[in-house]
């Protein structure tokens, strides 16, 4: 007996060496590629990992001068005291809005771009319109309100051409029914262009015989399209549309920060701008906390449902 487990451990010692030489012998060999990797290690490890420790205030009365260690534990006080607050709810209607309003008009018109790019002949005329689409992605939320500001703001150019020739609409940048429609409006034009890389690179990856045999088989320019080029790229755009619903509560803190003043609270008032307030001018960083801890959490549970629901269709999803 003895004798026997002996022999199964030292099979299994036997077994194990060939797998670290195998490691060290990777190790060895990819070293500059995993060297290349650190500093994008180290800064999500530092910047993103690492403050996830301070949500243990959410559980606590934190106060800045006792710090986390000095603050007592307040349990989930904080929390329940945020679900009563009625600008918290308010903050999430908001959000909710925004976030369906771009789902339905902004997740399908970097798709809708990508499909006009492709369907262009021209190598040069392509490479120029991507160009021009790419560039409202590198401009800050403060350059794209002040434009749409001068556009259509009160004093604006479309503005007063309208009421030059007796069309009153008023100043868009202050009206709070419109409000979210115009944030949307302005993701679209910011980053509708930047969206298309991605599905630029699944449509050229579909393979051009299945386009010859369509065309062979007599179809049209909208059957390919239907036929082939969805179908190619549809786990692409489930696998971002399943990254979509994890930020799906997140609309954009500088881009409502910038316009909240305008239209009052009640109208670009949401999560991230709801737990900066109250958060780093109020004082309540509790409260403020617990909120964005339950939106991380919310997202993340989105994300994993997501994931599920893609397996059950037979997708492949972001991981298995």
């Known amino acids: 007996m003895v004798a026997s487990t002996a022999a199964a451990r030292a099979e299994v010692l036997a077994d194990a060496r060939p797998q670290r030489r195998a490691i060290r012998d990777r190790l060895k060999r990819d070293w500059t590629l995993l060297a290349l990797c650190v500093p994008g290690v180290l800064y999500f490890v530092v910047f993103f990992y690492v403050p996830l420790l301070g949500n243990v205030i959410a559980f606590k009365d934190y106060a800045p001068f006792l710090g986390i260690n000095g603050s007592p534990w307040v349990g989930l006080d904080n929390f329940t005291a945020l679900l009563a607050e009625p600008e918290f709810w308010s903050a999430v209607n908001n959000t909710l809005q925004i976030t369906a309003l771009q789902l339905l008009l902004y997740f399908p018109a970097p798709i809708a771009l990508a499909l006009l790019l492709n369907s262009l002949v021209g190598h040069r005329i392509k490479r120029f319109i991507q160009s021009v689409v790419y560039l409202p992605h590198f401009l800050s939320w403060v350059v794209v309100v002040a434009m749409f500001q001068q556009v259509i703001g009160g004093a604006g150019t479309v503005s007063g051409f309208l009421n030059s020739h007796g069309i009153t609409i008023g100043n868009l940048m202050s009206n709070a029914d419109t409000f979210k429609l115009l944030v949307t409006a302005q993701v679209i034009w910011k980053d509708c262009g930047w969206g298309t890389i991605i599905f630029l690179a699944a449509i050229t990856a579909i393979d051009m015989s299945h386009y010859e ?67 780093i001018r109020d004082g309540d960083w509790g409260m403020s906390t617990a909120a964005g801890l339950m939106k991380g959490v919310i997202g993340a549970a989105l994300i994993y449902a997501a994931n599920k629901l893609a397996h059950r269709f037979g997708e492949q999803g972001i991981y298995r």
């Open 213 to 279: 045999a369509a065309a062979i088989d007599g179809a049209d320019w909208k059957r390919r399209l239907w036929h082939v080029t969805l179908p190619g790229i549809r786990s692409v755009v489930l696998m971002m549309l399943i990254l979509r619903l994890g930020d799906i509560l997140s609309v954009g803190f500088e881009q409502m920060v910038l316009q909240r003043d305008a239209v009052g609270a009640g109208a670009a008032e949401v999560i991230d701008t709801y737990v900066y307030y109250h958060g």
